[in-house]
Protein backbone atom coordinates (compact mmCIF):
# COMPACT_ATOMS: atom_id res chain seq x y z
CA UNK A 1 0.00 0.00 0.00
CA UNK A 2 0.74 3.57 -0.64
CA UNK A 3 -0.29 6.85 1.03
CA UNK A 4 0.40 10.68 0.34
CA UNK A 5 -0.19 12.91 3.09
CA UNK A 6 -0.29 16.44 2.70
CA UNK A 7 0.66 19.29 5.26
CA UNK A 8 1.14 22.79 6.08
CA UNK A 9 -2.06 24.59 4.81
CA UNK A 10 -3.36 27.41 7.05
CA UNK A 11 -5.16 30.68 6.89
CA UNK A 12 -2.90 33.43 5.58
CA UNK A 13 -3.48 37.36 4.31
CA UNK A 14 -2.73 38.04 1.01
CA UNK A 15 0.93 38.75 0.46
CA UNK A 16 2.32 36.15 2.91
CA UNK A 17 3.45 32.65 2.43
CA UNK A 18 3.08 29.21 2.95
CA UNK A 19 5.09 25.61 2.31
CA UNK A 20 2.81 22.73 1.87
CA UNK A 21 4.57 19.00 1.73
CA UNK A 22 3.67 15.59 1.04
CA UNK A 23 5.29 12.68 2.00
CA UNK A 24 5.22 9.43 0.30
CA UNK A 25 5.00 5.99 2.04
CA UNK A 26 4.50 2.84 1.83
CA UNK A 27 5.89 -0.32 -1.08
CA UNK A 28 7.85 2.35 -3.16
CA UNK A 29 10.49 1.74 -5.55
CA UNK A 30 10.15 4.81 -7.08
CA UNK A 31 8.47 8.08 -7.71
CA UNK A 32 7.84 9.29 -11.08
CA UNK A 33 6.07 12.77 -11.65
CA UNK A 34 5.02 14.53 -8.35
CA UNK A 35 2.49 16.96 -8.92
CA UNK A 36 0.23 19.87 -7.07
CA UNK A 37 -3.42 20.39 -8.22
CA UNK A 38 -5.99 22.36 -6.23
CA UNK A 39 -9.64 23.00 -6.19
CA UNK A 40 -11.86 25.91 -4.90
CA UNK A 41 -15.29 25.74 -4.31
CA UNK A 42 -17.28 25.65 -7.43
CA UNK A 43 -14.62 24.84 -10.07
CA UNK A 44 -13.23 21.60 -11.53
CA UNK A 45 -9.71 20.76 -9.90
CA UNK A 46 -6.49 21.93 -12.02
CA UNK A 47 -2.89 21.35 -11.94
CA UNK A 48 -0.90 23.72 -9.85
CA UNK A 49 2.90 22.86 -10.56
CA UNK A 50 4.44 18.88 -11.54
CA UNK A 51 8.01 17.94 -11.12
CA UNK A 52 9.58 14.95 -12.52
CA UNK A 53 12.19 12.68 -10.88
CA UNK A 54 14.99 14.67 -12.61
CA UNK A 55 13.42 17.88 -11.57
CA UNK A 56 12.27 19.19 -14.72
CA UNK A 57 9.02 21.48 -13.68
CA UNK A 58 5.65 23.48 -14.64
CA UNK A 59 3.54 25.92 -13.52
CA UNK A 60 0.34 27.04 -14.07
CA UNK A 61 0.07 30.46 -15.40
CA UNK A 62 -1.38 31.76 -12.48
CA UNK A 63 1.21 30.70 -10.59
CA UNK A 64 4.62 31.17 -12.21
CA UNK A 65 7.00 33.61 -10.10
CA UNK A 66 4.98 32.90 -7.13
CA UNK A 67 5.17 29.17 -6.33
CA UNK A 68 8.30 26.93 -6.76
CA UNK A 69 8.02 23.33 -6.24
CA UNK A 70 10.77 20.88 -5.58
CA UNK A 71 11.31 17.47 -4.03
CA UNK A 72 13.25 15.07 -1.91
CA UNK A 73 13.85 12.02 -4.01
CA UNK A 74 15.20 9.94 -1.12
CA UNK A 75 13.00 10.62 1.37
CA UNK A 76 9.56 10.36 -1.50
CA UNK A 77 9.02 14.14 -0.22
CA UNK A 78 7.49 16.86 -2.51
CA UNK A 79 6.69 20.68 -1.57
CA UNK A 80 5.40 23.54 -2.73
CA UNK A 81 6.67 26.78 -1.70
CA UNK A 82 3.60 29.74 -2.39
CA UNK A 83 4.62 33.43 -1.62
CA UNK A 84 2.85 36.33 -3.00
CA UNK A 85 -0.47 34.67 -1.93
CA UNK A 86 -3.67 36.13 -3.66
CA UNK A 87 -7.29 35.38 -2.15
CA UNK A 88 -7.89 33.26 -5.51
CA UNK A 89 -5.31 30.87 -4.78
CA UNK A 90 -7.85 29.68 -1.70
CA UNK A 91 -8.50 26.21 -2.50
CA UNK A 92 -7.98 22.33 -1.24
CA UNK A 93 -4.64 21.58 -2.84
CA UNK A 94 -3.97 17.85 -3.12
CA UNK A 95 -0.21 16.06 -3.83
CA UNK A 96 -0.07 13.19 -6.77
CA UNK A 97 2.28 10.79 -7.53
CA UNK A 98 2.69 8.06 -10.11
CA UNK A 99 4.19 5.67 -8.14
CA UNK A 100 6.08 2.45 -9.32
CA UNK A 101 5.33 0.05 -6.62
CA UNK A 102 8.13 -3.13 -5.75
CA UNK A 103 5.94 -4.82 -7.97
CA UNK A 104 7.27 -3.03 -10.70
CA UNK A 105 3.81 -1.79 -11.34
CA UNK A 106 3.00 2.09 -11.70
CA UNK A 107 -0.03 3.31 -9.80
CA UNK A 108 -1.60 7.16 -9.56
CA UNK A 109 -2.22 7.88 -5.86
CA UNK A 110 -3.79 11.20 -4.34
CA UNK A 111 -3.63 12.80 -1.01
CA UNK A 112 -6.31 13.57 1.40
CA UNK A 113 -5.79 17.23 0.32
CA UNK A 114 -5.10 20.50 2.60
CA UNK A 115 -7.20 23.91 3.07
CA UNK A 116 -5.43 27.15 2.13
CA UNK A 117 -7.17 30.10 2.67
CA UNK A 118 -6.02 33.44 1.59
CA UNK A 119 -7.79 36.63 3.25
CA UNK A 120 -7.77 39.98 1.21
Known amino acids: QVRLVESGGGLVQAGESLKLSCAASGDILRINAMDWYRQAPGKQRELVAD???????NYADSVKGRFTISRDNAKNWVYLQMNSLKPEDTAVYYCHAEVVRLSRRTYSYWGQGTQVTVSS
Open 51 to 57: ISSGGST
